[in-house]
DNA sequence: AAAGAAATTTTGACTACCCAAAAAACATAC
DNA sequence: GTATGTTTTTTGGGTAGTCAAAATTTCTTT
């Protein structure tokens, strides 16, 4: 069985994977995302080599094994369940079960998630919106366009954020921009950067691009 | 912040402590007790009393300090408070919870544990009928007796048992032997060493006096 | 194509665990 | 009160994960 390190290591290569379309993902980068030296990203790696979690090219990077990415996927599952537990169940706030996730999803066993999964009805997505792996580790994106790329003037409902931070998701909370809720972008200013919303009941809110692209929002 | 390892052992010199009235722990019983080689106990000793968490005396034994009696009681707390979480809101058989407790009693927050405390109404004793210690990490033990000293021919109530393991909870629970549940102890053999014990509407059982002093009733 | 910059890997070292087996201390018997 | 046996501690060694800094490779610039 896989130790908690290894899962998280195998989450974030699949992460990085993911937002950068089928590159492989570097050493440095993984560093840089699970605050580590460089030296241990490149031990670590050849560690999972030997176990056959990933394939490692020395100074081109890494892409997760078939049996790699499963094994994420259920990482993914277990954080993902339990977040939804957290603010469905025990009532916690959206803004604060990250953390908690992120140590339960290591602790937690296969026969509590699933009963877990059944309490709350077999969900898709998570309280952020992040689509919830199956048992068997199939996990469907969707490609929902941010509040960077979505039609203007339209009323559109906010389907995911995928900013994990905190105070970033309280700041969200008070201008009513949670996944459910709908909003309006009125306008964007390349110059500024910036990406004018109007939540649905709430305050207007003026977020720079990067923030921007981290809200998305459903298809028409 | 205690390591998941330590938190294991205060437990179980505190255990040790209780069943063997104010003598200290020995190593080696620690050693039997956490499944490791005796070595390894005297330099996790060592490092336990550097942190102030035990007082040690070379081939003496142990005791654990304020302190390290008050880590130990919140490890408890937690693990107790889950056990009963896990039974009462998840459903689980009362049976399977300990393992599950015993790796979740590392994981959980004190904000978590504070919810379910609140959503279990504050209880005082765990599915097993173990003592839930106080916020502030206070624990009151009964001095409730065992089948092997209570009386005899009289309607008792099981308060208590004090063995984990998987299958003999199980047993229990077939013959109706929870806490909670009435039954009367019919007779005790010296020789054979067993109790005979007639539980309220289950079948007949006879123990072994080890397995009888776990088994704890109330006082009349 | 060579120099300099940037990223990556290697090396040596540290902490927190763990074990096996030798050495030391303690307990008991005679 | 010495010999024997038991328990405990010490010693040497191993794994997983980490870092700092040196060495190497790759990338960029000219």
Same mark, same amino acid.
């Given at each position: 069985m896989p130790t908690s390190t290894v899962e998280d290591y195998l989450k974030c290569i699949h992460r990085e994977e993911r937002s950068s379309e089928g590159q492989l993902v570097s050493t440095g980068r993984i560093a840089q995302e699970m605050g580590v030296a460089p030296g241990t990203v490149t031990a670590m790696m050849k560690t999972l080599t030997e176990t056959g979690l990933i394939d490692y090219e020395p100074y081109m990077g890494v892409r997760l094994t078939d049996r790699g990415r499963t094994l994420a996927a259920h990482v993914l599952r277990r954080h993902r369940l339990v977040e939804l537990f957290l603010v469905q169940?025990? !009532?916690?706030d959206w803004s604060e079960v990250h953390a908690e996730a992120e140590i339960l999803e290591h602790a937690v066993s296969d026969r509590l998630i699933d009963r877990m999964d059944v309490m709350l009805g077999h969900?898709?997505?998570?309280?952020? !919106?992040d689509p919830i792996p199956s048992r068997t580790g199939a996990l469907e994106e969707s490609d929902d366009p941010s509040l960077l790329a979505c039609a203007l003037n339209r009323d559109l409902q906010?389907?995911?954020?995928?900013d994990q931070r905190t105070e970033f998701l309280r700041l969200l909370e008070q201008h009513k921009l949670m996944p459910g809720r709908r909003a309006v972008v009125e306008n964007r200013d390349e110059l500024t950067e910036t990406v004018q919303v109007r939540p649905d009941g709430g305050q207007p809110l003026r977020l720079g691009f990067h923030a921007a692209s981290r809200i998305l929002v459903g298809r028409e």
């Open positions: 169940i025990m !009532g916690m969900p898709k997505v998570d309280p952020h !919106g906010i389907t995911r954020v995928t």
